[in-house]
T-cell receptor, first 113, second 112 residues
Framework: DAGITQSPRHKVTETGTPVTLRCHQT?????MYWYRQDPGHGLRLIHY???????DKGEVSDGYSVSRSKTEDFLLTLESATSSQTSVYFC????????????FGPGTRLTVT | GQQVMQIPQYQHVQEGEDFTTYCNSS?????IQWYKQRPGGHPVFLIQ?????EVKKQKRLTFQFGEAKKNSSLHITATQTTDVGTYFC????????????FGQGTRLTINP
């Protein structure tokens, strides 16, 4: 498995609180991604990064922000969590060359009550 | 926006039976990737298809890309309990970074 870790792995939070999820990679890869996975929807791209301080929106970016101050870390922030953001969040790296495959982290299960 | 439809949503088979999942798009796809996610796990890359009419095999798995590059399929011959999981196709969109638009997935369960 690619060197990708996510923290925390599980979190329960209350509506209206801020939440930050961390993705850390040891592969020195340029591209990083945040997805959310919900039943019946597959995985949907939230935000992605194509370099330090270079980020862009995905298809479901409303209510989320990201930051990438170092190559190895990509942070996803929910400024004010809502129950609709209860989901499993996956970080991924890759997609820039070769077969173009993406490698996924183990995921973070977030519950907003 | 782009949309990839995947069917069926669920499939239950007896061990040893074959299994097929299909992905369809209304627009021409550049490339398509397939991933497998075991229960409780994360998606794992299986293969990428690039060429029209392409067929690739990995042991008991056969991947096809349609001639018009608007559909793709994954066929598993003689399923085994290790094949249990959800299979996703993903449209590859190259805009600097290589973004993926996933189908809804097909969840495969197997009766041993």
């Amino acid at each position: 498995d690619a060197g990708i870790t996510q923290s925390p792995r599980h979190k329960v939070t209350e509506t209206g609180t801020p939440v930050t999820l961390r993705c850390h990679q040891t592969e020195n890869h340029r591209y990083m991604y945040w997805y959310r996975q919900d039943p019946g929807h597959g995985l949907r791209l939230i935000h992605y990064s194509y370099g330090v301080k270079d980020t862009d929106k995905g298809e479901v970016s409303d209510g989320y922000s990201v930051s990438r101050s170092k190559t190895e870390d990509f942070l996803l922030t929910l400024e004010s969590a809502t129950s609709s953001q209860t989901s499993v969040y996956f970080c991924a790296i890759g997609g820039g060359g070769g077969m173009g495959e993406q490698y996924f982290g183990p995921g973070t299960r977030l519950t907003v009550t | 926006g782009q949309q990839v439809m995947q069917i069926p949503q669920y499939q239950h088979v007896q061990e040893g039976e074959d299994f097929t999942t299909y992905c369809n798009s209304s627009t021409t796809l550049s490339n398509i990737q397939w991933y497998k996610q075991r229960p409780g796990g994360h998606p794992v890359f299986l293969i990428q298809l690039v060429k029209s009419g392409e067929v690739k095999k990995q042991k008991r798995l056969t991947f096809q890309f349609g001639e018009a590059k608007k559909n793709s399929s994954l066929h598993i011959t003689a399923t085994q309990t290790t094949d249990v999981g959800t299979y996703f196709c993903a449209e590859v969109i190259i805009q600097g970074a290589q973004k993926l638009v996933f189908g809804q997935g097909t969840r495969l369960t197997i009766n041993p």
